[in-house]
């Protein structure tokens, strides 16, 4: 499963991965997802490019430093864990429409 089908799959039934919509428990969600194919698949590596492509892409949207990570930005720049989760589905689906 690639990335943006595991995304589509978070975001259409976020309660089934997550008890709270808590940005830190998506990016650790996504983070174990990539560890896993990365290890799973060392021909491939590395996996999930497109989270770092992602990070840099909001960075530039949001006009700030990009030294914490894409969770943090959307923590900070969207009013707390909720609103970063929420916001994260978003982003993504505008970033990866204009990245295909």
């Known amino acids: 499963m690639c990335l943006n089908r595991l995304v589509e799959t978070l975001s259409n039934r976020p309660r089934v991965f997550f008890k709270d919509k808590s940005i830190i428990e998506l990016s650790a969600f996504i983070s174990g997802y990539c560890f896993c194919l990365d290890e799973s698949d060392k ?13 840099s892409w909001l960075a530039n949207k949001c006009e700030c ?7 943090d930005i959307l923590r900070n720049q969207y009013g707390g ?12 689906k505008e970033f990866w429409n204009n990245n295909k």
Do not use: A, I, M
């Not at 021909?43 to 990070?55: A, G, R, T, V």
């Not at 430093?65 to 969770?71: A, I, K, L, R, Y």
């Open 65 to 71: 430093v990009n030294d914490s990570g894409w969770e």
């Open 81 to 92: 864990e909720e609103q970063g989760f929420d916001k994260f589905f978003e982003l993504w």
């Open 43 to 55: 021909e491939n590596f590395p996996h999930c490019k497109e989270l770092k492509n992602f990070s």
